[in-house]
């Protein structure tokens, strides 16, 4: 079946450690999508790609970095920087045209030790 | 900038009635697309319904439908017939559709939704 894996559903940081967050996809989509939910709150775009190599920054980039070096997949580095990265992780990806919904991963849950 | 607005941060409604969620929204944009989504509690975001900005009908997908009012700016969701597995939060999002911007959403802050017996 076609879908967004992300992994690990659930993952913990220390204090000054970058983290990766994984993101594949295998329904042939050209964007793919970071957002950062909090909780009682929406989602918030972090990263997005329309492209392969190519990627800009969202609406709270600051303390992540991401990579486009294939298609099928667009992980999320969390890096020290990143002072508050307790949150739930979406992934998602779409054809880019307007008309076409977001479809999302499962979601990683980030806490700090 | 685009700005979604959802009022109503609980919900019930009891098993087979209907219900409606409210979303109100901003932007000086002529062409954009109106979306719902619901979340499980387990966490995954499931596509509900889309309204284009110049669709001259409203919206249906089974037991969804969307009342898009757009001089008031509105795309509430009715649910018809609740069911016991309709309790989630749900959101409203928006994306421009002008061609060479971006293919981004806007997310609403969700209505969470019990479904009572």
């Known amino acids: 079946d076609g879908g967004i894996t992300q992994s690990p559903k659930y993952l913990f940081r220390k204090e000054g450690q970058n983290v990766t967050l994984s993101c594949e996809q295998n329904?042939?989509?050209?964007?793919m999508y970071w957002y950062r939910q909090d909780p009682g709150q929406g989602l918030r775009l972090i990263y997005y790609s329309q492209i392969v190599n190519d990627f800009q920054k969202g609406d709270i980039a600051e303390g992540y970095s991401v990579s486009r070096e294939k298609k099928e997949s667009f992980p999320l580095t969390v890096t020290s920087a990143q002072k508050n990265p307790t949150a739930f992780y979406l992934c998602?990806?779409?054809?880019?045209?307007?008309?076409?919904?977001?479809?999302f991963g499962d979601g990683t849950r980030l806490s700090i030790l | 900038a685009q700005k979604i607005t959802q009022t109503q941060p609980g919900m019930f409604v009891q098993e087979k009635e209907a219900v409606t969620l409210d979303c109100t929204y901003d932007?000086?944009?002529?062409?954009?697309?109106l979306f719902w989504y619901k979340q499980p509690s387990s966490g995954e975001m499931i596509f509900l319904i889309y309204q284009g900005s110049y669709d001259e009908q409203n919206a249906t997908e089974g037991r969804y439908s969307l009342n898009f009012q757009k001089a008031r700016k509105s795309a509430n969701l009715v649910i018809s017939a609740s069911q016991l597995g309709d309790s989630a939060m749900y959101f409203c999002a928006m994306r421009e559709l002008t061609l060479g911007t971006a293919s981004k959403l806007t997310f609403g802050t969700g209505t969470r939704l019990q479904v009572t017996l």
């Open positions: 932007t000086s944009d002529q062409s954009y697309g």
């Open positions: 329904l042939n989509h050209d964007a």
């Open positions: 998602a990806s779409s054809m880019d045209r307007g008309s076409q919904p977001q479809h």
